[in-house]
T-cell receptor, first 111, second 115 residues
């Protein structure tokens, strides 16, 4: 069993739909990142969470430390949101910057 | 603009040659950088942790003599794929964290094709 599990692996939705991507992890962490990778390969860090909830534009990320679970939500989805979304967790020890990655969720938004 | 810059973005080389990829932090000092490899439709795989002024730490299964890492300054880490073979063809990407809060930045990635 992977230390970081994402679901779903693939998601296709119509433009405008509300999107939820889930991430569960089994190790102690100091932070969780949500990353976006576009077809060209470039990766952008969307959020870094250690507790609670963060919002940036149409994107919302939540984390429940007790349940070891995080979700990424996209409201009013748009074709430009089509990308691979990756959950990555940072080790629980102070100064441990090593990341463990989920396998990613490939999101396709159809116009 | 880019906070972490990677160069080259793509390279094609003949089997047996060596290829160097650079990763630069543009407006901050990075004592630690990370190198990843990604095969098509797979997730990122950590290859090694690059530490400024000391030897890199390699993940299990990654040949340190094949993938040479040098972190000679606080803003530059290099990955050299030595004697490249077609199976080394992959997407290589670096990352660095900035500040005490650990903001995470990735380079643009380098796509290596070995003929």
């Amino acid at each position: 069993k992977n230390e970081v599990e994402q679901s779903p692996q693939n998601l296709t939705a119509q433009e405008g739909e509300f999107i939820t991507i889930n991430c569960s992890y089994s190790v102690g962490i100091s932070a969780l990142h949500w990353l976006q990778q576009h077809p060209g390969g470039g990766i952008v860090s969307l959020f870094m969470l250690s507790s609670g909830k963060k919002k940036h534009g149409r994107l919302i990320a939540t984390i429940n430390i007790q349940e070891k679970h995080s979700s990424l939500h996209i409201t009013a989805s748009h074709p430009r949101d089509s990308a691979v979304y990756i959950c990555a967790v940072r080790g629980g020890n102070f100064g441990n910057e090593k990341l463990t990655f989920g396998t990613g969720t490939r999101l396709t938004i159809i116009p | 603009g880019a906070v972490v810059s990677q160069h080259p973005s793509w390279v094609i080389c003949k089997s047996g040659t060596s290829v160097k990829i650079e990763c630069r932090s543009l407006d901050f000092q990075a004592t630690t950088m990370f190198w990843y490899r990604q095969f098509p439709k797979q997730s990122l795989m950590l290859m090694a942790t690059s530490n400024e002024g000391s030897k890199a730490t390699y993940e299990q299964g990654v040949e340190k003599d094949k993938f040479l890492i040098n972190h000679a300054s606080l803003t530059l880490s290099t990955l050299t794929v030595t004697s490249a073979h077609p199976e080394d063809s992959s997407f290589y990407i670096c990352s660095a964290t900035r500040g005490w809060a650990g903001e995470l930045f990735f380079g643009e990635g380098s796509r290596l094709t070995v003929l």
